[in-house]
Every structure is written in C-alpha cells, then in structure tokens.
C-alpha cells in the first residue's frame, strides 16, 4: 500500500520547515523499500487566501479528507486578516478539527540530549499532554454571544461523548508508552479545575468513569490547572500522560515547551477515530521566514509522531520502524551539538534536515537495533 500523505506547507517558516521534513521522509522511504508514501501538496493558508480570497480550499478540504495523514508546517501571517478582524490559522485548523473529527491534540514533551531547556534542570523529560480540540472553551469559536458592544461571552461546553473518547485516548496513549518501557509504567493525570466550575467537575467525573469501567489497571492521579502549571515545571518526571479541556491544553503545551528546549523541538498530532494531522506546535514565525534559521525538529518529530501513528493504526511494522529511525536519528544530532540559533546553535534549517537524513540513512544501514530512549 502507498500511503496518501496530503502536505499543507502553508505560510512564514512553513515551506521550509516542512521541506525538511519531506527530505527525511524521502530518507525513510529509501531505506525501508516496503514502506511507500506519497507525498502531495495541496494549497491552503494565509498567502493562498490573499491571492484567491480562499484560506481553505474545499478542494484541499476533500483531499484532506480522502488522504491517509496531514502533515502541516505553519499557516498565518499577522498582516493578512479576514474581514472580521482575525488571522487565518484559527480558522483554518478548527474546520480542521471539526471536520476531520480530530478531538485529541497529542503534545509530546521530551528533553532530547544534548538540549538545554528554557526553564526548570537538565532532568529527564519525557510526558505526553493530550488535549481535548473539539469543545470546551473552543466550543463557541466563531460565536459566542455578544450585547451592544457591551458584553461579550464565550461558553465552556463539556459533553459526557467528548469526554468520554479523549479520556479513552489518554489511557490508550498510556498502554502504548507502558509497553515501550522497561519498567512498564502508565500513569494518566486528569488535568481540570473541579474545585470551581461544574463543567470541569463533570470532566472529572466521566474521566473516572472510563478508568473504573474501563481501565481499572492503569494508574490515575487529578491535578488542578493552577497548581499543575508550577508542579509540571518543578518536577517534571512524575508526569506520564495528562488530559484535559481545550483551552488548558493549548496554554499548558506551549508553557511545557519551555522543558523541552522551546516551541522548535515541540510536534504535535491532531488526532480522531479516522483521521490524523501531524504539524509542529509553534506558528508560521514570520519575523524568521527566509532566513534559514527555523528549528525544522518540532516538523521532522510531527513527521515521526505521524509515521508512528500510521505504524498502529494499520499494524504496520515498516512505519513504527520508520518512525523508531527518525526518533533515533534526531537523538543523533542533537546529541551531536549541531543545532539552530533558538537552540543556541548556528546551523542552519536545510543542515539539520540533511542531517538528520543522513544520520536516519547511516542508521539504517547500521541495523538500529533497539529503542531511543
Ligand atoms: P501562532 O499564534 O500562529 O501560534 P505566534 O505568533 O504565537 O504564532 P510563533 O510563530 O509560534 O508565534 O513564534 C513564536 C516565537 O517562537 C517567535 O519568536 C519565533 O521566532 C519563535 N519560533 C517559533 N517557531 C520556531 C522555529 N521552528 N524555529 C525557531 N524559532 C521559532
């Protein structure tokens, strides 16, 4: 089977960082003869849409829809704006979203060798946020109610459904990494602010539904958001997979991203039931844009996060290796030293992506016998 991979380049670093990311799929490709994809670009964005008043084309919506993955670089620039004032990206990806099913946002935070990170120590580092990306605070996106000018509200929205499939996911998540482990641990944290708001109370309560009916073996601890935000800063290896609501999982993952060296080393998986889009955590950075300065690893790790998905999904050895050889490779460089500026380094985009090519290719060659920790 020919994987059908539809590539969404989009705007700023966009092009380049997903560029880099092609080039080491290309090198998967080479050495894993029986492991085909097909990778297509399709137009969307906020360039596309100043020149044809389209930001998502429904062409690129179908074929979107029709492929096996969605790998995404950045869209959005800040001087184009639909006329009620916002940018494109939002929209775009919540159409996504929606359209696609894609409930569960997966944020892999891991420290890679040889990365200092932006806050907390040297520690390892290594926990999976997921979070809930079709209701929540985002349920009213695009509506919301608004009186005279004078008032203006968003809602929560908590369904026993959403809550019920991302708590499922988080568990799911958690089994998968447990049999990665030598010590076999699984531990999912349920992230909410249950002590005020009714909605997150009911969150709480579905969460401990699903893990007493369903998922009795598997270790569960709860955590509130405010108290969450310094402790996953303080102590970040007691944490295996956490899950919650929308809006706390779109603040918490940037804010983790500082343990990991930054927004350039933090992929991301949109993920549903039948589809999955792979697209780094960070934007289209566009004061960077063409300078060959953009970290592509957040990319080339979505790529991976991408591979692996593909691997379970269709029990499909070839690509979890696939990805098993990007993960290593990426280890390889960074252990290496060589790295961009945000990183404190001077390499250059196009060399981490030829190096990590490379270094997947040697690799390869070499039988990368084992697991990257
Ligand atoms: P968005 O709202 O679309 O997420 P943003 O404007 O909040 O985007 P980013 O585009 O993510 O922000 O950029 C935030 C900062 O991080 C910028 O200073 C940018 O230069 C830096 N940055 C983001 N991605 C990278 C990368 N891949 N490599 C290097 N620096 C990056």
Same mark, same amino acid.
């Not at 909605?199 to 709480?204: E, G, H, M, P, V």
């Not at 991301?268 to 549903?272: A, E």
């Not at 790295?339 to 196009?350: C, H, S």
């Given at each position: 089977m020919t994987y059908q991979i539809a590539v969404l380049r989009g705007d700023g670093i966009g092009p380049e960082i997903t560029d880099e990311a092609t080039k080491v799929l290309d090198a998967v490709?080479?050495?894993?003869?029986?492991?085909?994809? #097909?990778?297509?670009?399709?137009? =969307?964005?906020?360039?596309?849409?100043?020149?044809?008043?389209?930001?998502?084309?429904?062409?690129?919506?179908?074929? @979107?829809?029709?492929a096996d993955a969605i790998l995404l670089g950045a869209m959005g620039l800040p001087e184009v704006r639909m006329p009620d004032g916002t940018e494109v990206q939002g929209r775009i990806i919540i159409r996504l979203r929606k359209g696609l099913g894609l409930y569960?946002? @997966?944020r892999p935070i891991k420290l890679y060798p040889g990365v200092t990170p932006t806050v907390g120590s040297s520690g390892p580092v290594d926990f999976v946020i997921v979070r809930e990306s079709t209701e929540g605070l985002f349920a009213s996106f695009d509506g919301g109610m608004e009186i005279h000018d004078e008032v203006v509200g968003d809602t929560m929205l908590i369904s026993r459904a959403g809550t019920e499939r991302v708590s499922r996911f988080a568990f799911r998540t958690a089994q998968e990494r447990a049999a990665k482990r030598s010590d076999g641990k699984a531990l999912v944290t349920c992230v909410d602010k249950a002590n005020i708001f009714r %909605?997150?109370?009911?969150?709480?309560k579905v969460f401990t539904e699903v893990a007493e009916r369903e998922y009795p073996t598997i270790e569960r601890n709860y955590a509130l958001i405010d108290a969450l935000s310094l402790a996953i800063i303080q102590n970040p290896s007691a944490y295996d997979v956490l899950v919650m609501e929308n809006m706390f999982?779109?603040?918490? %993952?940037?804010l983790a991203a500082a343990l990991n060296g930054g927004l350039g080393m933090a992929p %991301?998986?949109?993920?549903?039931d039948r589809h999955g889009l792979f697209q780094p955590s960070h934007g289209s950075a566009?004061?960077? =844009?063409?300078?060959? @300065?953009?970290?592509?690893?957040?990319?080339?790790? %979505? =790529?991976?996060?991408?591979l692996e998905w593909l691997g379970s999904r269709h029990g499909d050895e070839l690509a979890t290796q696939g990805a098993e050889l990007i993960e290593r490779a990426v280890c390889e460089v960074t252990a290496s030293g060589l @790295?961009?500026?945000?990183?404190?380094?001077? #390499?250059?985009?196009?060399e981490i992506g030829d190096a990590v090519a490379d270094a997947v290719r040697r690799l390869s060659r070499s039988g990368h016998a084992g697991s990257a920790s």
């Open positions: 490709q080479s050495v894993q003869p029986g492991l085909k994809m #097909a990778l297509t670009p399709y137009d =969307a964005g906020a360039e596309h849409y100043t020149r044809t008043g389209e930001a998502l084309p429904a062409a690129t919506f179908e074929a @979107v829809k029709a569960a946002g @997966v %909605s997150l109370a009911f969150f709480r999982g779109d603040i918490l %993952s940037d %991301s998986g949109d993920i549903g566009p004061t960077i =844009a063409g300078k060959g @300065v953009a970290n592509p690893l957040a990319t080339i790790l %979505s =790529a991976k996060m991408m @790295v961009t500026p945000d990183l404190g380094g001077k #390499a250059r985009t196009e």
